[in-house]
């Protein structure tokens, strides 16, 4: 037999998880000419786009705009989307051998790192990232319930998730409707009755994740004065030393950014932004019922470890906080796919540079790949999935013409869609895709907004004249 | 990005020599997983040294029949040890200016992993990469 990638006999792909990883990795894929390459890219929702949907807030459109270029990888004509496809569910990594030459996962980082604190799971104690999915309206989360009607909340966390969640409680009605934000969230977030939100960083604010224009961002609110403590910005001696020997400009604005909200009184905005600096919870405390009454916090001070990065630890002085609804935000992880390696310590499929590596042998698993935060860990912008997926499509290509893929029983694009037909008949095309596009667009048209989402599996199948199950 | 990060995608346990081993064991070792330097590990958790090609071709370069001494009459012995939640930007300042092309990683006492200057530097520019090509897609919208 020929090695595939011809146009005769094309090299077959298939593409687990659409978010921006996977749309990176089929570009590079389709772009170059060395070998013919055919793409089937599964989600296990009938909408693409992974977390650039689910994740990015709907305040920041702009950010959202990358889906006209995953739009136009999409338009290959090398290229198919299969939606509503669940590895696992529908499919095993067995079927997948069977069609393709290789397997490409990009599935994300999908659960959240836990605090490990007393309290963790009391009534109102939530992960950020269940928050944001339901206001971005991920049908898992539609049927979520948080207390908005408690007046304080504390988000644990200074990362970008955090400052999105605190910034969404934060706004007005009046802003929230000219987002795209689910029409069930609105609504829960138009009764909200929170009025003093807390964002709690475990160290000082040159350490903190957030980037400048988020930070800039919480200062211009409609109806939300931002509170800083002046003592919490001020920098201390290590984080001083740190920065002057290394010049970081960014950082140092960040630092002014702060002290200049430390500076400003109140203007008497209906909302309250508390960011607090080097503190971590040590416990969340209870009701009688069982709910969330506050957060029990431990001042930290700055030191430098040895290879020169700067740490918290905890001094002897609490202070509780009382607070009715906590989010945490202190990381995510990968979960583990099954019949595909893991590696534990880092929450990632098992890999060296996006190859699959077999746990006891720590030799490549032949056609199996990874690529985005379920290769590297839940790291970067979204453009930092367009190297990660080069390399892994670099790995990729480089075995094709070393021979080392799969020799699937079944390596064409019909056997693929009689396996999907025959186990999710209710999938979804990428032309269904558009459509469902095109209706949320004319959707939210009609109200001022960039789109009405959809956020129901069976009312996205409902709209493109699916019969019920 | 931090220290995790990058070790996620390397793959490999660290790969490490006893100081009472020969260095002929050494060069083995280097050559077998082709890599760069080996953490020596001694009976405690911290690494007793960290033994690289090049501490091995300065003593090879004085006595050609130094293969068979102990790695410990070679290694350096001061070592400075990184933590998976190190950011990368910090770690690339602390190698550049102590001059260490390699760092260990511990994580609560164990030795996870080590991390090249090459490395290092690799997983910034990809970053920075990935930075600036989100900034231009928000600014210039997809160019053809």
Redesign the interface.
């Known amino acids: 037999m020929s090695r595939p990638g011809t146009a005769e006999q094309p090299l077959r792909v298939a593409i687990v998880g659409a978010g921006p990883a996977g749309y990176y990795a089929a570009e590079a894929l389709l772009k170059q000419d060395d070998v013919v390459v055919e793409v089937d890219m599964f989600d296990r929702l009938p909408t693409p786009y992974g977390l650039v949907r689910a994740g990015v807030a709907p305040d920041h459109q702009k950010i959202k705009n990358v889906t006209a270029a995953f739009d136009k990888v999409a338009a290959h004509p090398r290229f198919r989307f299969f939606g509503g496809v669940e590895l696992g569910r529908h499919l095993a990594v067995e079927d997948l051998r069977a069609h393709y030459h290789q397997i490409l996962y990009s599935t994300g980082a999908q659960t959240d790192r836990r605090m490990g604190i007393p309290g963790e799971d009391l009534q109102g104690s939530h992960p950020a990232t269940e928050f944001v999915a339901w206001y971005n309206g991920h049908p898992d989360y539609r049927d979520c319930r948080f207390d908005l009607s408690q007046e304080r909340v504390a988000v644990v966390g200074v990362g970008n998730v955090a400052v999105d969640v605190v910034r969404i409680l934060c706004r007005t009605p009046e802003e929230l409707e000219k987002t795209d934000i689910a029409e069930h969230a609105l609504e829960a977030l138009r009764r909200s009755r929170v009025r003093e939100v807390y964002l709690l960083g475990r160290r000082g604010p040159a350490q903190a994740a957030f980037t400048n224009p988020e930070i800039k961002e919480l200062g211009e609110l409609a109806d939300a004065d931002v509170i800083v403590r002046p003592e919490e910005v001020e920098l201390d001696e290590v984080s001083r030393a740190a920065l002057e020997k290394s010049g970081d400009r960014a950082t140092m604005k960040k630092v002014e950014i702060l002290q200049s909200f430390a500076r400003r009184p109140p203007a008497g905005r209906r909302r309250k932004l508390y960011l607090r600096f080097l503190v971590s919870p040590v416990e969340l405390t209870g009701d009688d019922r069982g709910r969330v009454a506050g957060i029990r916090l431990v001042r930290n001070t700055l030191y430098a470890t040895e290879s020169g990065a700067i740490q918290a630890k905890p001094t002897n002085e609490f202070e509780e906080l009382p607070v009715g609804l906590v989010f945490r935000s202190v990381g995510y992880r990968g979960v583990a796919l099954p019949g595909v390696p893991f590696n534990e310590s880092w929450g990632v499929i098992l890999n060296e540079r996006g190859r699959v590596l077999d746990p006891a042998t720590r030799t490549p698993v032949v056609g199996e790949y990874a690529a985005g935060w379920i290769k590297r860990g839940p790291t970067g912008v979204i453009g930092t999935n367009k190297p990660d997926a080069a390399e892994t499509v670099a790995c990729m290509l480089e075995d094709v013409r070393k021979g080392a893929i799969l020799s699937p029983a079944h390596p064409d694009r019909a056997a693929a869609e009689r396996l999907v037909r025959e186990r999710q008949p209710r999938y979804v095309s990428y032309e269904d895709w558009l459509k469902l596009d095109e209706l949320e667009t004319a959707r939210g048209r009609r109200l001022g907004r960039p789109r009405v989402k959809f956020c129901c599996v069976e009312e996205m199948l409902e709209a493109l004249g699916r019969p019920r199950e | ?2 220290i ?10 660290v790969i490490t020599v006893t100081p009472d081993a020969p260095i002929r064991e050494a060069v083995r070792l280097l050559d077998t997983h082709n890599i760069g330097a080996l953490v020596v590990m001694g009976g405690a958790e911290r690494p007793a040294g960290i033994v690289s090609e090049r501490d091995i071709v300065r003593a090879l370069a004085r006595d050609e029949s130094v293969l068979d001494r102990p790695v410990s009459t070679v290694m350096t012995k001061e070592v ?8 990368l ?3 690339s ?2 190698m550049t ?1 102590h001059r260490i092309r390699h ?1 260990p990683v511990m ?1 609560r006492g164990r030795l ?1 992993g080590i991390v090249s200057i090459g490395d290092v530097l690799k997983a910034q ?3 920075y ?7 231009q ?2 600014i210039l ?2 160019t053809a």
């Open positions: 990005m931090n995790a990060s990058l070790l996620s995608t390397k793959g490999v346990d400075i040890v990184g933590a998976p939640q190190d950011d930007v910090t770690v300042n602390t200016e760092l994580d996870v520019r990809d970053h990469r990935g930075e600036v090509d989100t900034l897609l928000q919208g997809p």
